[in-house]
């Protein structure tokens, strides 16, 4: 609005500037009107996004955060980034000055899904449309949420480590219980682990989330699960590489690691040298870069007013938010090459060259 306010205003000081030339060299202002050029329409003006983001504490958001920006700014966007390091008010805050700044459109990494709810409704007050990005918004009219499967996600976790360790004791070492996927991850862990542990071959020993994610907090809570059973467990499923990280020191601890499967999710690259250097099984991997593609051109056309279709819905507690949700791949020793490496997404060298020197 204010963007639009000083255009107008610049535009009649042109004409008045341009009048008061036409006047003195003796001319009619009207006849002047056709050099006036052009009336800005408004059309032309890069589309601005505000990307607003949770954290850069994990490598995964770095990525997030440079490829986006790439992505936008071939379509001829502009980006403005702001990283809340996990903190809600400032999250919150941020969003704001953005939609404040005159963003045309807002892409949003909640912190915490509930507590972003009151960004969107800041948003549309503002009428900027909001997208999800990789994480939920929780209860309130979010335009569009673009992520990868993340009950998939569970699912090619559990389904690897079941396969490794069909019978045994399992630690599950969750994410933040504020971040939406950790419970979709959760779920699709469970579609596979269920029939397992009904039959009584698998037994959940020790089951807990990980405040903000923090690497530090899954060692204690690994170490807290190796304690209360003797360290009698088979296999560990964290919800993503920094907390398995965090799992596999305790394991360290303990003379464990390596003895025992290990999932974890991101690809990050110390999680691909883990798992050629024999502590981690496996990562599920999400090409950040299909991601970021698909939320820059998304983001342009929101802003644009244009309508997106899309053929997946999912229900965030207020609303069916229309969703596009993009598949994972399980990656282990067998396929890192294939995938992570072929991709781009880490180079040969720094994931085989590093795991040597560890
Ligand atoms: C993302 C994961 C990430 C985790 C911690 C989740 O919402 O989907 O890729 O590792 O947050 O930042």
């Known amino acids: 609005m204010k963007q639009i306010q000083c255009r107008i205003a610049g535009l009649l000081m042109a004409m008045v500037a341009v009048g008061m030339l036409a006047a003195c060299e003796g001319q009619e202002p009207e006849a002047q009107k056709e050099r006036i050029l052009p009336p800005e329409t408004g059309q032309d003006e890069a589309v601005k996004i505000g990307f607003s983001m949770d954290t850069l504490k994990e490598e995964r958001w770095l990525k997030d955060r440079d490829l986006f920006r790439q992505a936008a700014e ?57 997208i999800a990005y990789d994480r939920l918004v929780k209860n309130a009219d979010v335009d569009l949420y673009v992520s990868f499967d993340n009950e998939q996600v569970g699912e090619l976790q559990a389904r690897a480590i079941l396969d490794a360790v069909p019978k045994g004791n399992y630690a599950y070492i969750g994410g933040a219980p504020t971040d939406n996927n950790v419970h979709l991850i959760k779920k699709g862990v469970l579609n596979v682990l269920q029939p397992a542990i009904d039959r009584g071959d698998v037994n959940i020993v020790y089951d807990e989330w990980t405040d903000d994610w923090a690497p530090e907090n899954a060692q204690h809570n690994m170490a807290e699960a190796l304690r209360a059973n003797g360290n009698q467990i088979d296999a560990v499923i964290a919800a993503n590489d920094a907390t398995a990280g965090g799992a596999i020191k305790a394991l360290a601890a303990q003379g464990m690691n390596g003895k025992i499967p290990v999932a974890g999710q991101d690809a990050e690259l110390a999680a691909a040298q883990r798992i050629v250097a024999g502590t981690q099984t496996m990562t599920v991997y999400k090409p950040i870069q299909n991601l970021t593609a698909q939320v820059a051109e998304l983001a342009v056309q ?42 781009g997404f880490h180079s040969k060298e720094e994931v085989y060259q590093e795991a040597k020197n560890d």
Request: charged share 20%; hydrophobic share 50%; glycine share 8%.
């Open 302 to 343: 929101l802003a644009k007013g244009e309508e997106i279709m899309t053929s997946v819905s999912v229900n965030n507690g207020k609303t069916e938010v229309p969703s596009i949700l993009l598949a994972p791949t399980a990656v282990d020793a067998g396929n890192l090459a294939d995938t992570v490496i072929a991709d």
């Open 74 to 130: 071939k379509l001829g966007a502009e980006v403005e980034i702001a990283a809340a390091n996990g903190d809600d008010a400032l999250q919150i805050a941020q969003a704001e000055a953005m939609i404040q700044g005159g963003i045309d459109v807002l892409v949003i990494v909640p912190h915490n899904a509930e507590a972003t709810a009151a960004i969107v409704h800041k948003a549309h007050e503002a009428g900027i449309k909001v």
